[in-house]
């Protein structure tokens, strides 16, 4: 098979990677929004607003590469991926009416998960640069810093998250 053909059949499956990894954005947008609504009036206020907006910012930046190598946004998968993200918060975290430092650790311990995936697709982008002209090695280089720092900042709250936890359960509440 010469590199032509193989080029040709490559160019459909990374269509296809960066769907996905679009449809992982949305999802993770919408949780990202969620937690950081669950935890107004915190500490954590700033750092998940900032969060939120770097996010977004990270998906329409994966939305402008989809489309600068000619690909179309699968819709479909933003659907489901979206109507996935609200079907997650049935799950249960100990309480029945009210909120739990335990579905916070949880959501952030999602949300590092995404941004892991999303440092990956990154270095995929990055690593491809030689072949797409189109693709900027400088901007994907910045994405991936930022995707570095945010998980930096989701351990620290995932930390003090637990940290949280643990002291509930040493007051005798239930977490």
Known sequence: MSST???GRAKPLLGIYLNDHLAGATGGLEL???VARSRRGTSMESDL???VEEVGQDRAELVRIIRTLGFSVARLKLAVAWLGEKLSRFKLNGRLLRGSPLS???ELEAMSLGVHGKAAG???LRAMCDRLPRLDAGKLEELLDRANRQLDL???LRTETAEEIARER???QVP
Do not use: Q
């Open 5 to 7: 053909e193989s080029a």
């Open 32 to 34: 990202a929004r969620r």
């Open 49 to 51: 607003a900032e969060l």
């Open 104 to 106: 916070t650790l949880i």
């Open 122 to 124: 990154w270095k995929t």
């Open 154 to 156: 989701l351990e620290r």
């Open 170 to 172: 040493a007051g005798g």
